[in-house]
T-cell receptor, first 111, second 117 residues
Framework: EDQVTQSPEALRLQEGESSSLNCSYT??????LFWYRQDPGKGPEFLFT???AGEEKEKERLKATLTKKESFLHITAPKPEDSATYLC????????????FGAGTRLFVKA | EPEVTQTPSHQVTQMGQEVILRCVPI?????FYWYRQILGQKVEFLVS????????KSEIFDDQFSVERPDGSNFTLKIRSTKLEDSAMYFC???????????????FGQGTRLTVV
């Protein structure tokens, strides 16, 4: 069964304190791995897609990396506005493009 | 920037009633989805829709649920005989698919909060 596990559940950082969020996955043939940001009461906001091991994507203070078993979202010098829940999700090959989400990591960045 | 639009933002309904949640996907997207998120829980896949038919559905998507694309722009989720446990945030999403299967990420709307009382 396809599965996504994220850690930690919650992360508290001081402004400027860099860290990484982990996403471990098992999937029967990876089509793509996605990172989303979700603010309270809002829909997930797309950040990155990664397709193959070794791939990296960057956007402002965020950098996503992918191996055959996990992905990391690195946050460099975070700001309070980076506070949100970060969701990892995977799609398996075949089927109707169903996306399976992890439970997310709640990030709190204190000024 | 194009976005997925959902209406209403909040719907309160009596247990046993039928509700229709509405969505306008991004105009050049080909795949459409419904997801739900019960408060404090994971985002869960309900159904995907392509070429005017369901392409995949989860075990949650039973006979109580149906989807429709009544015209070229709207995509609806109907929930019949609502139960208390149907209370959740329902998200519509759409994605663009290319021949190499890239760009399959889903773009989400802001959701409809359904409260069954």
């Amino acid at each position: 069964e396809d599965q996504v596990t994220q850690s930690p559940e919650a992360l508290r950082l001081q402004e400027g304190e860099s860290s990484s969020l982990n996403c471990s996955y098992t999937v029967s043939g990876l089509r793509g791995l996605f990172w989303y940001r979700q603010d309270p009461g809002k829909g997930p906001e797309f950040l990155f897609t990664l397709y193959s091991a070794g791939e990296e994507k960057e956007k402002e203070r965020l950098k996503a990396t992918l191996t055959k078993k996990e992905s990391f979202l690195h946050i460099t010098a975070p700001k309070p506005e980076d506070s949100a829940t970060y969701l990892c999700a995977v799609q398996a090959r075949g089927g109707g493009f169903k996306t399976i989400f992890g439970a997310g990591t709640r990030l709190f960045v204190k000024a | 920037e194009p976005e997925v639009t959902q209406t209403p933002s909040h719907q309160v309904t009596q247990m046993g009633q039928e509700v229709i949640l509405r969505c306008v996907p991004i105009s050049n997207h080909l795949y459409f989805y419904w997801y739900r998120q019960i408060l404090g829980q994971k985002v869960e896949f309900l159904v995907s829709f392509y070429n005017n038919e369901i392409s995949e559905k989860s075990e949650i998507f039973d006979d109580q649920f149906s989807v429709e694309r009544p015209d070229g722009s709207n995509f609806t989720l109907k929930i019949r005989s609502t139960k208390l446990e149907d209370s959740a945030m329902y998200f519509c999403a759409s994605s663009k698919r290319q021949a190499r299967e890239l760009n399959t990420e889903a773009f989400f709307g802001q959701g409809t909060r359904l409260t069954v009382v």
